[in-house]
């Protein structure tokens, strides 16, 4: 099993800094021509292959669900193999798969390019990425964690207006095309060489007094309650990835204004994580996952009340914004802080699988609310209950270490 190096062997600071360089522009092209793509193309490809936008995103919620299928082998095989290998051959496959969706002539294969898709964000996305990163951070992790989420938290930035751009010159096929030409020209690269000497963990001896690998170490009531709290959580973020849009449009703001709205998520987000990179030496891991997930819940409680004060949607998108950031640094560090990074990249996995789950879930069963004839007035109490659960799930996971 892999461990974090030791700090005599940890990289110079300036090495750690292009591999952070390295990783984060992979970031943004994975998480953006695997996971946002979807909300500009999803019309068009549903047009070109004559069938419902909804089917469109049954395909993608159908490769969340891969996600969470293949994300603890995919730990598991960091562990092993190092995270060099499995992120680059993550990249490979994400270039497949956009490569097939490309070429879909129907259900059957769009739904296999997805799925594929699906299997490539587990080995390429932040799951990913964190254990590879610990392998060759040591002591530095959480300040080069934070610095790699600064990355991804620009990837709807860079592709939702990319993608919109292309499609609207060269179509959905090509757009597709040149996302997996991406991942395979740039990304491939940035992975294989960008990691290039990290350490690769060394394989158990095996022995009669070799203890019996703890891969799917730790386990027990602490770990649950961890897993509940994200997974809980991811729901609500996923839901309001979603429906965001829409759920602002609800509350009586004109359309531009709701999207304008929406919009302060992403820079939001990002300054929630510049936040923490600055804050991180006076609060520990845990405090910061306090933090969140109460300012989640605040947002979620400052959606209801944008029913009544349309204003309030402004607020909401801030602090939402601000404590999506730091739940992404939070789901990297307090997993570490509570069990070690020996085998980090099975802990990882094991941890993602319920998560993507719920990821996959929420669209669909906000859109069954919606089918109520009620609209959008359901959703933002929903969430806030959700999110409550998860702040509640995860009091209990760190009681007795704040």
């Known amino acids: 099993m892999s461990a974090p190096l030791p700090s005599s062997t940890a990289p110079r600071s300036r090495h750690l800094a292009a591999i952070v360089i390295a990783l984060g522009l992979a970031q943004i092209a994975t998480w953006g021509s695997l996971y946002y793509s979807v909300a500009v193309l999803a019309g068009p490809m549903a047009e070109g292959l004559g069938v419902s936008r909804s089917l469109v995103f049954g395909a993608f919620s159908a490769a969340l669900g891969a996600s969470g299928l293949a994300s603890p082998w995919v730990g598991r095989a960091i562990d092993r193999l190092g995270g060099r290998r499995v992120l680059a051959g993550g990249s490979v496959l994400g270039a497949l798969a956009l490569a097939v969706l490309a070429l879909a002539q129907g259900p059957v294969t769009l739904f296999a390019g997805w799925l594929l898709a699906g299997l490539a964000m587990a080995a390429t996305l932040y799951d990913a990425a964190f254990p590879a990163l610990s392998q060759v951070a040591g002591k530095a992790y959480r300040k080069a964690l934070t610095a790699l989420t600064l990355f991804g938290g620009f990837a709807s930035t860079v592709y939702w207006p990319l993608a919109w751009s292309l499609e609207s010159t060269l179509g959905w096929r090509a757009t597709l095309g040149v996302f997996a030409a991406i991942l395979l020209l740039v990304v491939l690269p940035l992975f294989w060489f960008g990691l290039q000497g990290a350490p690769v963990p060394a394989a158990p001896s095996a022995g009669p007094d070799t203890p019996a690998p703890q891969a799917d170490a730790p386990a027990g009531p602490r770990f649950l309650w961890l897993c509940t709290a994200f997974a809980v959580s991811s729901f609500a973020i996923s839901a309001i990835g979603a429906h965001v849009v829409g759920a602002l449009g609800a509350t009586r703001l004109p ?3 709701a999207i304008l709205a929406a919009s302060l998520i992403g820079p939001a987000q990002v300054a929630g994580r510049v936040a923490e990179l600055a804050f991180a030496r006076r609060l520990v891991p845990i405090r910061v996952g306090m933090l969140s997930f109460g300012a989640m819940l605040l947002a979620m409680l400052l959606l209801w009340a944008a029913g009544t004060a349309p204003w309030l949607a402004f607020a909401f998108a801030l602090l939402y914004g601000a404590a999506n950031g730091a739940m992404t640094i939070v789901r990297g560090t307090v997993p570490a802080e509570l069990f070690g990074r020996d085998a980090y ?17 929420a669209p669909l069963a906000v859109a069954l609310l919606l089918a109520n004839g009620n609209g959008y007035a359901p959703m933002a109490p929903l969430l806030a209950a959700v999110v409550g659960v998860a702040l509640a799930a995860y009091l209990m996971a760190v ?4």
Request: proline fraction near 4%.
């Open 345 to 361: 990249g099975s802990l990882m996995g094991r941890i993602a699988r319920p998560a993507f789950f719920a990821k996959a879930a």
């Open 255 to 257: 359309a531009a204004q």
């Open 399 to 402: 009681d007795g270490r704040r």
